[in-house]
């Protein structure tokens, strides 16, 4: 039976927001699975700020996607040939499948995952890398205590949204940075926050003086920028401050914007520290099973975003993220579920 | 006997570097001491970086200094009149004694020292907080291991100077940065440092890349600005950052300049951290014990710059930290230890 691969490859480096001439939309016969290969159909993918990363020239904590390379993503999919005998037909897996229809993998960065114990697309968020990065960055690196300021930057998205949630178990007090009312009322009313600033109405330092008197502990910070340095100057003690990513500057085309109120680490004794999820392969296992356990008891919400568009649909799907207009994890529908399980 | 102090208030608040009008000169008649009280005859007085933060107004890690009042400045000095059990006539002490001839203490805050054992500004130097800082700062907070790269901003300066003789002590690679070819020769020769780059004529970034191969595993920045910048993009994995200071921005009278490249950090898993010397102060004694045994066996040399000017001289020598004209410890003497011992 012969199919037909869509996918995208990276056609230039981006200057800025990653424009419809830097992406070529292929279409070519997919190839049969060699010696222990297997054939996945992607299902869903995950999008992702990192992405915009890893599209640049340079050394980094991963290497870039090549121009002409298959774009890199996560994702979801069913396995529909196998010559790998870890692996048979029907299998769920997920991994780095490519912004693509079809996968052909030898197997080895993938993982089985049930759609009977959770949605396909929460293993890509909170039971994924999301949740992996929230886990650990939180956790590992910011170590908040009972009772401490939490404070969560991209507060309505995938890794922000879990952090809080995370922070809220371990008995902290927690306050999200969002963009809009909108996203700050999900914040507080589906993630349970405790407030949640709206940095495009508000003067975030001004209100970080109202919301958290004594000092922020722990600030877990996804965007950078302002935000970043808003925060800096309102670190209590000892603060620790994760540094997961910086959205707010992935595009930017000026330089980057250091955090010009860094001496507020001197003043406070603070520390910040930069993490990447991948340092905690081998801890992923007892992060997976305390976060499920934590889904099942209610203890932890998982939010979809999901863009039902196909693969043609990435480009677009993309820059909702820098766009700042999904919430939640965002992921992008490539197959129907159902229509897989069909065949 | 009546005796004249002369001192210097901070008149005005200082923006951008400390003029003549930010200070004033006065004099007046030294008081008696009361009850629990003794009277210091101002010896040697200690010139520091931190000082020009003391001046700002706002919240710190210590209060600022108000208008009016005497400026701070930690010194040594001889007990000329005493009514405190602690402390007889004759007896030397180092404490925060203020830009002034004479200082009038309840003791609190001196420590006895022995000038038989060290000159007296060394108690300013490697046995003082310039020493403290040094110590603290690399083991505690750089904590580097045999073998490693260690790099240190301002290496010609007080703390750098020690921070790299105790990184060659721990057994690492040392690599200074300071100003100009007679300071690097300095850093080298007399301190012991493997290199040293000189960031007024070289490429700090490429420098780095020819000394330190492999990456820094610490830095201990005491400058800030472009020299933190370029050696953030040569940070080894796991990298630690210790913020000592930033003089290169103190006087900044547009905003700070933040570390455009700190997403190194999360690159390379790093970590950059602020540190006061005054947290460490129960463990003063220890770090005092290790430097004067290190100093005794000639494995630390001890450099001051001492200003012969007397207390009138301390504008113009506060501002030869700013124009990078000191090497090692700056210190202002202020009157004569024979004199006074003679007294």
Chains 1, 2 share one sequence.
Not at 150 to 177: D, L, M, N, P
């Amino acid at each position: 039976m012969s199919r037909t691969n869509h996918q995208y490859r990276l056609a230039a480096r981006p200057v800025g927001l990653p424009r419809p001439t830097d992406w070529e939309y292929v279409e070519e016969p997919v190839g049969e699975p060699g010696e222990g290969e297997l054939l996945i159909e992607v299902i869903h993918l995950s999008l992702d700020p990192a992405m915009r990363g890893w599209m640049n020239e340079g050394k980094s904590y991963i290497r870039p996607v090549e121009i002409g390379e298959v774009m890199r993503a996560g994702g979801v999919g069913r396995v529909i040939a196998s010559h790998n005998p870890r692996f048979a037909v029907g299998d769920y897996v997920s991994g780095t499948l490519g912004v693509q229809e079809y996968c052909l993998s030898d197997g080895r960065d993938l993982t089985k995952v049930d759609p009977a114990l959770a949605p396909l697309p929460v293993y890509l968020g909170v039971l994924g890398m999301t949740g992996m990065t929230a886990y650990f960055g939180l956790l590992d690196i910011g170590q908040p205590e009972p009772g401490q300021t939490v404070v969560v930057s991209g507060a309505a998205g995938a890794v922000g949204s879990v952090v809080g949630q995370i922070a809220k178990i371990k008995g902290c007090r927690v306050i999200g940075i969002a963009g809009g009312e909108r996203k700050c009322r999900l914040v507080v009313e589906e993630f349970g926050f405790d407030a949640c600033i709206d940095y495009k109405s508000q003067d975030v330092r001004k209100a970080l003086r109202e919301v958290a008197p004594e000092g922020v502990d722990v600030y877990f910070d996804n965007v950078g920028g302002d935000v970043l340095d808003a925060v800096l100057t309102r670190l209590a003690r000892g603060a620790r401050i994760v540094i997961c990513g910086a959205i707010s500057q992935y595009n930017a085309t000026d330089q980057v914007k250091g955090p010009a109120n860094y001496m507020s680490l001197l003043v406070n004794r603070a520390s910040m520290t930069g993490m990447v999820v991948f340092d905690y392969a081998d801890r992923y296992p007892e992060a997976t099973a305390e976060l499920a356990q934590w889904l099942s008891e209610g203890k932890l919400r998982s939010l979809e975003d999901v863009v039902d568009g196909g693969v043609r649909a990435f480009p677009d799907a993309l820059l909702r993220l820098f766009k700042g207009d999904n919430t939640g994890k965002l992921v992008l529908k490539v197959a129907d579920e159902v229509k897989a399980a069909d065949e």
